[in-house]
């Protein structure tokens, strides 16, 4: 299973991007996903989250400003940025948690795609 994510650039403030995390694999299902950032020499930081149900949750610092779906069909989740600020700035990360199976045999694991750079000028 991997999860590939893109969508980073360089916008200036006010500008918006549309980040995307594509699922691959023996994926038999997808629970609750999310994404994630890190800025320089900061720590990493939730960003949203989605359950296979469809509620969200957001860190308050992008409430109104992000929104965070997902296509089961397609196993893609995205991230709708606008309005974005300098302090947007950072590496973004998609993550799943994820039910692979192989034959007869099923694990669950949470994995972490590569990360894209935002970059967000003022």
């Known amino acids: 299973v991997q999860l590939q994510a893109s969508g980073g650039g360089l916008v200036q403030a006010g500008e918006s991007l549309r980040l995307s995390c594509a699922a691959s694999g023996r994926i038999y299902s997808i629970n609750d996903v999310g994404w994630y950032r890190q800025a320089p020499g900061k720590q990493r930081e939730l960003v949203a989250t989605i359950t296979s149900g469809g509620s969200t949750n957001y860190a308050d610092s992008v409430k109104g400003r992000f929104t965070i779906s997902r296509d089961n069909a397609k196993n893609m989740m995205y991230l709708q940025m606008n309005s974005l600020k300098p302090e947007d700035t950072a590496v973004y990360y998609c993550?799943?948690?994820?039910?692979?199976?192989?034959?007869?045999?099923?694990?669950?694991?949470?994995?972490w795609g590569q990360g894209t750079q935002v970059t967000v000028s003022s």
């Open positions: 993550n799943a948690a994820i039910r692979a199976c192989v034959g007869y045999g099923c694990s669950d694991s949470v994995y």
